[in-house]
């Protein structure tokens, strides 16, 4: 990771002052701590994730950055890159009450479009969440989820955003522990999907025709399954870790660049967790996802057939129009109908 030194001025940008706190005052180049600025509200309103264009408060943006290129951040058995023109990986980090921002910015030479929705690696971003930090997972002894031997704990998230070749990914891949079935689970939300169930917003922007450039916003509320809102967010450390996967076509093997420590969560014969560090100023967690967690209302099924508007499994899978009774018979779906009704659960 390259690491660059936060001084005390006044930023040109907003006309704010940079505030940092503890290690992030005096960032080491070589730590596994990736350090999160704290936006203006000015500088705040500047996202969109339907704009086609890089945010302009990121180039006004002084301090931490993760930098990964071959082959010193190479996934161990992965790295038949031919330089850092086939893959590399700068990422920055920012933040506000709301949410966190990230910018990742890839250099490849060859973009390949993801080859079907259960697919894995294909040319993505890879990164994982959790609110605990990296050393209270290591250290852990009830929170990981006992998957192989994976660093993986209860509270683990992991998002695969896919580049997109000819045209940006209509979906992405979500996964994460679902405490009601006792298992990992992955899912393929779309857009709409993500931005409704956990406001998650994305945007790929090409920028030439080797380089791309991911915007994310992620709320607070559903960051590593969701911190409380009106928790503290000034100093807080949460674990965070991931990479580029590289798939060029000329082998059916993707190649991978991963922070901090070469692997990832999914290994666990050594900690791969790195952290991210929330400076002074960012204040506590405000509420922004609309959607929230309905009452259940228990309907006979029959009823599910009839119903109008969309509707999704308790997985947060939008069913297709029609298969309610045929894919759902003896369980239960969630019904949303209108952009601002109250959610409702149908069933037998």
Known sequence: MRQCMVALTVMAVAGCVAQVSGQCANPDPFDAVLCVGVLTPTEESQFSATDNAVSPFWAGLSGDYIEL????DCYP?????????????TLKAAGSPRGIYLYVEVQDNVWVDPSGPDRCCDDSV???????????IWTCTDCLIGLYDSRLSYTT????????ASAAPSSF??????????????????????????????????VDATHKVQEWFFPWEKYGTG??????????????????????GDSPDHDA???????????????????IMLNTGMGSVQSVVGVKRPEAQARPLAAARAVSGELYTLRGERVPAGQAGARLAGGIVVQRAGRNAVARCVGR
């Open 69 to 72: 290129v071959p082959p010193d």
């Open 77 to 89: 058995g992965a790295c038949n890159f031919s330089g850092a023109t086939d893959g590399s990986m």
């Open 126 to 136: 890879d990164l994982y969440f959790d609110k605990l930090d990296a050393n209270s």
């Open 157 to 164: 998230q992991q998002l695969q955003v896919f580049m997109g």
């Open 173 to 206: 891949r979500f996964a994460y522990y679902d405490a009601n079935m006792w298992s990992w689970t992955t899912t393929n939300p779309t857009w709409a999907d993500a931005r409704t169930q956990y406001g998650f917003e994305a945007e790929i922007v090409s």
């Open 227 to 248: 911190l409380a809102v009106g928790t503290l967010l000034d100093g807080k450390l949460m674990a965070f870790a991931g990479g580029y996967n590289d798939l060029d």
């Open 257 to 275: 660049l991963r922070w901090p420590n070469g692997k990832d969560p999914w290994i666990g014969d050594a900690n791969y967790w790195g952290d």
